[in-house]
């Protein structure tokens, strides 16, 4: 019995973590000097290669990147990127379109690969944020070309990473209202 009640609790204490990781993970834009380690790099390349993919096809390809010339690039032709100015390290979640499932699902699976990048940061104590790239043709061109992407690989996000240098408290995100059953 006690086994029983071990074995339970165990079960609960990881479930625990997962919901804690996926109800308090913030966007965290501002980073310390510190740098990330590559152990740390490749865990987190490892969470979004075990993300769920249609028909299990793995569609994605990562290029990490520290360079801080290839940031300031990357902030002169994308908005909302200026965070990666103070980010020591970021990952580059592409896909390729001869190895999706079909059209358009290259971008679903991408998407599920940079959540589990984002929930893998956070429960190391990292701080991450998801840049978006798909489906702005015009930031998907210049990725293209500031990483050289051969014609089938696609940019769909980037996520800066650093030690954070700030907290952001958790909002309130559940609505009911949002909630329908059985039909709308």
Same mark, same amino acid.
């Given at each position: 019995?006690?086994?029983?009640? /071990?074995?339970?609790? %165990?079960?609960? #204490?990881?479930? &625990? +973590?997962?919901?804690?990781?996926?109800? #308090?993970?913030?966007?965290?834009? *501002?980073?310390?000097?510190?740098? %990330?380690?590559? +152990?740390?790099?490749?865990? !987190?390349?490892?969470?979004?290669?075990?993300? @769920?993919?249609? =028909?299990?096809?793995?569609?994605?390809?990562?290029? =990490?990147?520290?360079?801080?010339? /290839?940031?300031?690039?990357?902030?002169?032709?994308?908005?909302?990127?200026?965070?990666?100015?103070?980010? #020591?390290?970021?990952?580059?979640?592409?896909?390729?379109? *001869?190895?999706?499932?079909?059209?358009?699902?290259? @971008?679903?699976?991408?998407?599920? $690969? /940079?959540? #589990?990048? !984002?929930? $893998?940061?956070?429960? &190391?104590?990292?701080?991450?944020?998801?840049?978006? %790239?798909?489906?702005?043709?015009?930031?998907?061109? $210049?990725?293209?070309s500031i990483f050289r992407l051969?014609?089938?690989?696609?940019?769909?996000? %980037?996520? $800066?990473?650093?030690?954070?240098?700030?907290?952001?408290?958790?909002? +309130?995100?559940?609505?009911?209202?949002?909630?329908?059953?059985?039909?709308?």
């Amino acid at each position: 019995m006690l086994k029983i009640v /071990t074995g339970l609790l %165990i079960l609960i #204490n990881i479930t &625990m +973590e997962a919901l804690d990781a996926i109800f #308090n993970r913030r966007s965290i834009r *501002q980073y310390t000097s510190e740098q %990330i380690a590559d +152990e740390q790099i490749e865990i !987190l390349l490892k969470a979004g290669m075990y993300a @769920p993919s249609a =028909v299990n096809k793995q569609p994605w390809e990562f290029i =990490v990147f520290r360079n801080q010339d /290839t940031m300031r690039r990357i902030v002169e032709v994308h908005p909302n990127a200026s965070m990666l100015l103070k980010a #020591n390290t970021a990952i580059l979640i592409c896909w390729d379109e *001869q190895r999706q499932h079909d059209i358009g699902y290259g @971008p679903v699976d991408c998407a599920a $690969a /940079t959540q #589990n990048i !984002l929930l $893998a940061a956070h429960s &190391m104590g990292l701080g991450a944020v998801w840049v978006g %790239i798909y489906p702005r043709q015009p930031r998907m061109e $210049a990725i293209k070309s500031i990483f050289r992407l051969p014609d089938h690989i696609r940019g769909f996000s %980037i996520v $800066a990473l650093g030690h954070p240098a700030e907290k952001r408290s958790k909002p +309130e995100r559940f609505d009911k209202q949002k909630i329908h059953l059985e039909t709308w």
